[in-house]
């Protein structure tokens, strides 16, 4: 096992206190299994004015009040606030600085906007001072944090304090990198740091927070092991792919888990009907119940297609265009979406209810309930992604007994194997190409396995049986803390 780590975690969100996508899912999970695990973390956020202060019992820090810090020519002043994460006794901490954080939103278009949260992670380090705490490691995250390791090795470089904390930043989506205008070097504290930047960007004008990061943590990981090869090349590195490639040897794979707490088909409250792998009686309730609930025709042993989504190309609608249409002409299917996003795949799936009315269903939304129920009621779950850094909805629908169709990509690769019916071995359905035929093709391939049921029955089996719990994932957190502060990497 070895001693308790002391992990400084930093993040500009963390749920349910602040959320905006999966970021602040996997944050409070790292935090929460790291905790349980017995390891001293400690999680630093910013306090939003959205934040809700009055149910929540937010207490001040008594030194860390009106605590100051220069950046460039203005200083800036928090004081922490701690509330406990729900369903632990830890404590998170909250960075209180109105006129930074005092906003509608998380994020903004404001001028300040790389001051924000370059402060965040200063902010973090000036607690770990006042605290006398030496972290073993500071785990930052995304862009918002990507300065720390910098701010490690500059401003901070005289402290003692860090002289062994080794830092990790995590990749959860490289598509935002926080590009701002170098001429804010200043209003950053980095006026006098800027050989440490990379030189090229500087002479266009421009400072890349999640470039800096990549150029100076002591590791680096992303949310699944495909994904950190994926980032590497020129279409999936968003234009950090030499950097990386350059790092390859110390980027690093981890799936992210899922809390099997709150999704467990044997206990899920939120499901009219429960079940186990050993009686999957609930589960073809819960497929009526959905089918009637969403007006659909529930009589007929055809199969229910799930999709539960943000509507995005990201996510691969563009290839049911063409193929939703046609493989509902031909199939006995059924479909149930549940999802917002852009327009474009709003009208297709508000047109595909018009056009195979008591087969389609569509919510435009998000409603918890239903999305528990979407993958407890559904024979198959779709996610046709264009590229997926990890996924969580894939695991969820093994764990519920609904097999995925899935493209080979991110974490969709790690957490789906192909159902084979020579061997009887596989979770789900899987196409390689981004194209109509290969989504086409692993639908067909699915339904045709479905219309068996002794091999339908396989793959049900065998997903069930996996284990995506945060409880294994975060040890390999724990194995690549060590091996940092071991000095391996």
Same mark, same amino acid.
């Given at each position: 096992?070895?001693?308790? !780590? ?50 929540? @019992? ?9 605590? @100051? ?25 909250? &960075?209180?600085?109105?006129? &930074? ?50 701010? *490690? ?15 990790? *930043? ?5 598509? %935002? /990198? ?6 804010? *070097? ?20 421009? !400072? ?6 990549? &150029? ?63 009686? &999957? ?21 055809? @199969? ?9 190309? /990201? ?11 046609? !493989? ?24 595909? /209810? ?9 919510? %435009? ?125």
């Amino acid at each position: 096992m070895g001693s308790p !780590l002391s992990i400084c975690l930093v993040s500009s969100e963390l749920t349910p206190f602040a959320k905006t996508g999966g970021l602040g899912d996997v944050v409070a999970s790292v935090a929460r299994y790291l905790h349980l695990a017995g390891h001293d973390v400690r999680a630093f956020v910013p306090l939003y004015s959205k934040i809700d202060r009055q149910s929540i @019992p937010f207490v001040p820090v008594a030194f860390l009040r009106d605590v @100051p810090v220069r950046m460039g020519s203005r200083t800036y002043s928090f004081t922490v606030y701690t509330a406990p994460l729900p369903g632990t006794g830890l404590p998170l901490y909250f &960075l209180h600085c109105p006129v &930074l954080f005092d906003r509608p939103g998380i994020y903004t278009e404001d001028a300040d906007e790389a001051v924000r949260f370059a402060f965040l992670s200063r902010a973090a380090l000036e607690c770990c001072q006042r605290m006398g705490w030496a972290p073993d490691v500071c785990h930052a995250n995304d862009w918002h944090t990507a300065l720390l390791p910098l701010y *490690l090795r500059t401003i901070y470089g005289w402290d003692q304090l860090f002289a062994r904390t080794r830092t990790l *930043l995590t990749l959860h989506n490289i598509g %935002y /990198q926080g590009i701002f205008r170098s001429s804010l *070097l200043g209003d950053l504290g980095l006026g006098e740091a800027t050989s440490f930047l990379h030189q090229e960007d500087l002479a266009q004008g421009r !400072l890349n927070f999640l470039k800096t990061g990549i &150029l100076y943590a002591t590791a680096l990981s992303t949310v699944s092991k495909t994904h950190a090869n994926e980032l590497q090349t020129d279409r999936y590195g968003m234009g950090l792919q030499a950097i990386l490639r350059a790092r390859a040897d110390h980027l690093f794979g981890i799936v992210n888990g899922i809390d099997v707490d709150v999704w467990d088909p044997s206990t899920d409250a939120l499901l009219p009907y429960t079940y186990t792998v050993d009686d &999957l009686t609930g589960k073809k309730l819960d497929k009526r119940y959905l089918l009637e609930g969403m007006g659909l025709a529930s009589e007929g042993d055809g @199969p229910l297609l799930g999709i539960v989504s943000r509507l995005t190309a /990201q996510k691969g609608f563009d290839l049911c265009f063409d193929v939703l249409p046609r !493989l509902m002409s031909q199939r006995d299917l059924r479909l149930v979406v549940l999802g917002t996003g852009e327009d474009r795949y709003r009208h297709f799936f508000e047109g595909m /209810q018009v056009r195979f009315p008591g087969r389609v269903g569509f919510y %435009y939304g998000y409603n918890e309930k239903l999305a528990h129920l979407v993958e407890a009621g559904s024979d198959l779950f779709l996610m046709p992604s264009l590229y997926e850094p990890c996924g969580l909805n894939q695991m969820y629908s093994q764990r519920y007994g609904t097999p995925p169709v899935v493209r080979e990509t991110g974490g969709l690769a790690d957490t789906v194997d192909p159902f084979d019916p020579a061997t009887g071995q596989g979770t789900g359905f899987v196409f390689e190409h981004f194209t109509p035929e290969g989504l086409e093709w692993a639908l067909h391939r699915a339904l045709d396995t479905y219309a068996d049921p002794g091999a339908f029955g396989k793959v049900i089996r065998n997903g069930m049986a996996r284990d995506f719990s945060w409880q294994t994932q975060i040890q390999r957190y724990v194995d690549l803390y060590r091996a940092l502060i071991s000095g391996r990497l």
